[in-house]
């Protein structure tokens, strides 16, 4: 678990929920606030693991998986996977316990804290969504990913500075639309992406037959050869690096890719737009737009 959380990532969720308290006259030491905010760093930890278990997912941040790496040092597929669910939910336990060691006032404490469980019931039923099927990829994708990627963590923010209802609010509706562009960049990432920046195979999500918002926009738009080239390689996961690229094209050729990125710039500019008229602190406001502009359009 160590390894995977040191191994890379964005840090993006603890610095939305460290720079979200600073919009506001929060009172707290720097050492608290970072302590509150690494809880949810850990959340991520705990929610990859049981993921990539999930997904049977072999690659993660440039490595193996956890479940991977315990069966090759165990020798046994089963007890790799029974070990990397039980490091998933040590993951879990240490957030808690990083959020409820803090100096926070009690009352802050506690927000906090029902903030991260909201995020972690939102994240179930996602998933849940996502292994049952059927529900569209948008609703699927906002419980699973924004909900604590964005806007989970600006809501814990605020309530580590003890913000009230309606500036929590405020953070939500920024963080709701970005937390959408972020995962519609993930889409555009696990299809156009570079193998070296993602630090997982390019292709995996079409061979994996992932049918997120980009893929179901390009079915959609797709005339029937397209669409049986698509839905050919589509969950092939013997599928060849020459089929992977056809299927890449056909995304391409229907406009599905263009009109992914014209939505993900919308999406930013909703985002900002709200925080624009927040009365926020600018020196937790300075980071939000950065923050905004950088994950609309990262490589990785």
Same mark, same amino acid.
């Given at each position: 678990?160590?390894?995977?959380?040191?191994?890379?990532?964005?840090?993006?969720?603890?610095?939305?929920?460290?720079?979200?308290?600073?919009?506001?006259?929060?009172?707290?030491?720097?050492?608290?606030?970072?302590?509150?905010?690494?809880?949810?760093?850990?959340?991520?930890?705990?929610?990859?693991?049981?993921?990539?278990?999930?997904?049977?997912?072999?690659?993660?941040?440039?490595?193996?998986?956890?479940?991977?790496?315990?069966?090759?040092?165990?020798?046994?597929?089963?007890?790799? !996977?029974?070990? &990397?669910? %039980? =490091? #998933?939910?040590?993951?879990? /336990?240490? +957030?808690?316990?990083?959020?409820?060691? *803090?100096? @926070?006032?009690?009352?802050?404490?506690?927000?906090?804290?029902?903030?991260?469980?909201?995020?972690?019931?939102?994240?179930?039923?996602?998933?849940?969504?996502?292994?049952?099927?059927?529900?569209?990829?948008?609703?699927?994708?906002?419980?699973?990913?924004?909900?604590?990627?964005?806007?989970?963590?600006? !809501?814990?923010? &605020?309530? %580590? =500075? #003890?913000?009230?209802?309606? /500036?929590? +609010?405020?953070?939500?509706?920024?963080? *709701?639309? @970005?937390?959408?562009?972020?995962?519609?960049?993930?889409?555009?990432?696990?299809?156009?992406?570079?193998?070296?920046?993602?630090?997982?195979?390019?292709?995996?999500?079409?061979?994996?037959?992932?049918?997120?918002?980009?893929?179901?926009?390009?079915?959609?738009?797709?005339?029937?050869?397209?669409?049986?080239?698509?839905?050919?390689? %589509?969950?092939?996961?013997?599928?060849?690096?020459?089929?992977?690229?056809?299927?890449?094209?056909?995304?391409?050729?229907?406009?599905?890719?263009?009109?992914?990125?014209?939505?993900?710039?919308?999406?930013?500019?909703?985002?900002?737009?709200?925080?624009?008229?927040?009365?926020?602190?600018?020196?937790?406001?300075?980071?939000?737009?950065?923050?905004?502009?950088?994950?609309?359009?990262?490589?990785?």
């Amino acid at each position: 678990m160590t390894e995977l959380t040191l191994r890379g990532g964005k840090r993006v969720r603890p610095a939305l929920a460290y720079h979200a308290a600073y919009c506001f006259d929060h009172g707290l030491g720097d050492e608290c606030l970072l302590d509150a905010a690494l809880s949810v760093e850990l959340l991520q930890t705990y929610l990859l693991i049981h993921d990539d278990v999930m997904d049977e997912d072999g690659e993660r941040r440039g490595g193996p998986s956890v479940h991977v790496a315990m069966t090759r040092q165990t020798g046994s597929e089963p007890r790799g !996977r029974s070990l &990397a669910i %039980l =490091a #998933g939910d040590l993951g879990c /336990a240490m +957030a808690q316990e990083l959020l409820v060691a *803090t100096t @926070l006032p009690k009352e802050r404490a506690i927000a906090a804290m029902r903030e991260l469980v909201r995020m972690q019931w939102e994240v179930i039923q996602g998933q849940l969504l996502d292994v049952v099927g059927g529900a569209p990829p948008a609703v699927v994708q906002d419980a699973k990913t924004a909900s604590y990627t964005t806007r989970g963590p600006v !809501r814990l923010g &605020a309530a %580590l =500075a #003890g913000a009230d209802a309606s /500036a929590t +609010a405020c953070l939500e509706r920024y963080g *709701t639309p @970005l937390g959408q562009a972020f995962q519609l960049r993930d889409d555009l990432l696990g299809v156009f992406g570079k193998a070296a920046s993602l630090g997982k195979p390019v292709g995996a999500d079409i061979r994996a037959g992932k049918r997120t918002a980009l893929v179901e926009e390009a079915l959609a738009e797709a005339d029937e050869s397209q669409r049986a080239v698509l839905s050919s390689t %589509l969950g092939d996961a013997a599928a060849s690096d020459e089929d992977v690229a056809a299927a890449c094209r056909v995304i391409e050729e229907t406009g599905a890719r263009r009109r992914t990125e014209a939505l993900i710039d919308q999406l930013t500019t909703e985002a900002l737009a709200v925080i624009a008229d927040c009365g926020l602190r600018e020196e937790g406001l300075s980071f939000l737009r950065g923050v905004a502009l950088l994950l609309a359009d990262r490589d990785r």
